[in-house]
């Protein structure tokens, strides 16, 4: 009878501790840096490696998180880089809805990124612009902007 007790006693206490998770589990995406610090150093100091970190760490965000550093990092820098994740942002986020709902503002923003980003030599951004037509002074950002996303 004592072994009866023992192991209802035991046996759940065994149960609870093999379905307890490692409390230093990450996330895939996450680089082990303070988000707020990778914020900071991005938005005052410009830095590289913080963007880099915070790019990866957004991974794991709803699409177009990263956009407000990518802009103030492009901004400070003009480099291609940048200029391909505001375009890549932007595509998130109206990919992830509807690209309808795109203003013809933001499609501005994102072509003229993509444009820049091609002059550049960044490969994917030249391949997205053979997507728009060849006599396109008479389209919209909009419409540019739809052709881009290759559908």
């Not at 759940?12 to 996450?30: G, T, V």
């Not at 991005?42 to 709803?62: K, M, N, T």
Request: glycine share 6%; hydrophobic share 35%; charged share 30%.
């Amino acid at each position: 009878m004592k072994n009866w007790y023992l192991l209802i006693v035991i046996l759940p206490l065994i149960l609870l501790s093999c379905s307890k998770k490692d409390k230093h589990e990450r996330a895939l995406n996450d680089t082990g840096y303070d988000i707020g610090k990778l914020r900071k150093d991005v938005l005052y100091e410009g830095d590289f490696d913080a963007y880099h970190s915070l790019f990866i760490e957004y991974l794991d965000y709803p699409p177009g998180e990263i956009l407000p550093y990518a802009i103030i990092m492009e901004n400070k820098y003009n480099d291609s880089v940048f200029c391909m994740d505001i375009y890549q942002s932007i595509l998130g986020i109206y990919n992830a809805g509807d690209s309808a709902y795109i203003d013809e503002q933001t499609a501005k923003m994102a072509i003229e990124n993509l444009e820049k980003a091609a002059k550049k030599g960044i490969d994917e951004a030249i391949l997205r612009l053979t997507y728009i037509p060849k006599d396109n002074k008479n389209l919209t950002y909009k419409e540019k902007y739809k052709y881009s996303m290759g559908n």
